[in-house]
């Protein structure tokens, strides 16, 4: 398969929840990564974590990933970052480790490699501090889950170099990440300040019995923690505004910053009585949920918001469903069309799990994810016989005109679906095939769909022969069809029997 990114071997040094969360992520994306980490069940953490990410990203798309990096788990740090492109630092906050473990990668990583720190607060001047080549250090905060999470916040030094932020920007973009270049340099740079500042309220209200931790999180996650998934702080204070936007708001409510409300000044003593409320309330709050469940749960909600967010404006997405929908695409243009292990059986060409986002109230998956799963089948077949983005950016497509599902069992989250297509018949302009859905383990039937489709010009919005290619293979495929059995479905009419 292409790789989409401009890298091929990256090197992750420290695999704890940050580390292991880059290191899935450029698994992912086709990279092959070696890793140091010291610490005795490294290896089960990061396996773990992998885990984690392969489940994830199984449930947020369709689109055909690379095939997965290799994995090496290496003795030295200088043994990990040996032909190393990128490597990336993910060690304990504390300066005095970063300077040595920085000097270490430094004197043994290749002269051409991207040095990134994920150091969520100090700043890369600091940390340049007695390299040989500090110009190619920068640091790439990104946020947890860095499988899921598309933010990489980038800033560079006194010392990086400008070429060093547009190559680091152009590998993040490759792997389906949003690297945001911050223009100086500050302590804890843009998120985490804003985190602070939330976090240390947050700290008091629960100190002076405000309330607990449980009600604190539903106030954010029911309310504004929903809007900032989409549109952030601004954008959604200036639609507060009305119609007269953003100056109406910082009008009305400007004025409201200097009441003494905020004890963002004052810092909380977190005292052993303290740690151990909130400990206690946490504890509470999980209601017996080991991290690893959690983080599932986590990574199911999150994948729910970013395809809510990628069918957002008429399918072309809002935000990270946006950066997503463009991610699939380059990984559906640089896809081989799919290779059928035996072309005179119906054409094995979807495998899929049910996302969280496709439940409904009952607890199965809705109704039109299946028209969703039937047309990801007939776009892998066009994509097999030629009519792939090129051909379709040439003017030229094949349309649905007539669709029967029958639905005939259920789907329920997390099953494996899988389909196949036959095709029923072919002519220059029509394409008739029948779709089959199944299910689970026992592979059961649940779903098919029965399809025509028209080939079309679509500036003139009306049919025309497909091309001598397409015909071409749509032809051999129709023929090794040929002597299979009509599927029982196939013609079948609304009400009938089954």
Request: net charge negative; with cysteine; hydrophobic share 45%.
């Amino acid at each position: 398969m292409t790789m989409l990114a401009p890298i091929s071997r990256a090197a992750c040094i420290g695999g704890g929840v940050i580390g292991g969360g880059w290191i899935a992520r450029f698994l992912l994306a086709g990279i092959d990564v070696s890793v140091f980490d010291p610490h005795p069940e490294a290896e089960r953490i990061v396996g773990e974590v992998i885990a984690n990410a392969e489940r994830a990203y199984g449930l947020l798309t369709q689109a055909p990933l690379p095939a997965r990096g290799q994995l090496v788990f290496c003795a030295s740090l200088a043994e990990a970052v040996k032909g190393a492109e990128w490597v990336q630092e993910s060690v304990p906050e504390r300066l005095d480790l970063k300077h040595r473990v920085l000097a270490e990668i430094d004197a043994a990583a290749p002269a051409t490699a991207l040095i990134g720190s994920s150091t969520s607060g100090l700043k890369p001047s600091d940390l340049q501090q007695g390299l040989s080549h500090p110009g190619r250090l920068f640091v790439a905060h990104p946020y947890n889950p860095v499988y899921l999470l598309p933010l990489v916040e980038i800033v560079g030094g006194a010392a990086t170099a400008p070429a060093t932020i547009e190559r680091a920007k152009a590998v993040l973009d490759a792997i389906g990440m949003k690297g945001v270049v911050i223009a100086r340099e500050i302590e804890a740079f843009v998120g985490d300040r804003l985190l602070e500042a939330l976090w240390r309220e947050a700290l008091w209200l629960i100190k002076d019995d405000i309330c607990d931790v449980e009600t604190l999180d539903d106030v954010i996650r029911y309310s504004f923690g929903l809007r900032w998934a989409q549109m952030g702080l601004f954008q959604t204070y200036r639609i507060a505004g009305g119609e007269a936007g953003m100056r109406h708001f910082l009008a009305q409510f400007g004025p409201c910053l200097q009441w003494p409300w905020t004890k963002l000044t004052d810092v909380v003593n977190l005292d052993e009585a303290l740690v151990e409320k909130i400990g206690a309330q946490s504890d509470a709050q999980a209601a017996g949920l080991s991290i690893r469940e959690l983080e599932r749960i986590r990574d199911e909600n999150l994948v729910g918001i970013v395809q809510a967010l990628k069918a957002g404006r008429g399918g072309e997405g809002w935000g990270a469903g946006a950066l997503l929908a463009d991610f699939e695409r380059r990984l559906l243009a640089g896809a081989p069309a799919p290779a059928p292990a035996d072309p005179t059986a119906p054409l094995a060409l979807v495998e899929t799990r049910v996302s969280p986002a496709w439940i409904d109230y009952n607890g199965h998956m809705t109704e039109h994810r299946y028209l969703q799963v039937f047309g990801d089948t007939t776009d892998a077949l066009l994509r097999l016989i030629g009519v792939d983005l090129a051909y379709v950016e040439g003017g030229h497509s094949y349309y649905t005109v007539e669709t029967h599902l029958r639905h005939l069992d259920e789907a329920r989250l997390g099953e494996e679906l899988r389909t196949t297509c036959q095709i029923l018949s072919v002519d220059e302009k029509r394409l008739h095939l029948f779709h089959r859905m199944f299910a689970g383990a026992d592979r059961r039937e649940i779903a098919t769909a029965e399809q025509m489709l028209l080939h079309v010009d679509v500036a003139k919005g009306r049919a025309m022969p497909a091309t001598d290619a397409v015909l071409a293979r749509l032809r051999g495929l129709a023929a090794a069809h040929a002597s299979l059995p009509a599927p029982a479905g196939a013609g079948r009419s609304v009400g009938g029997s089954r």
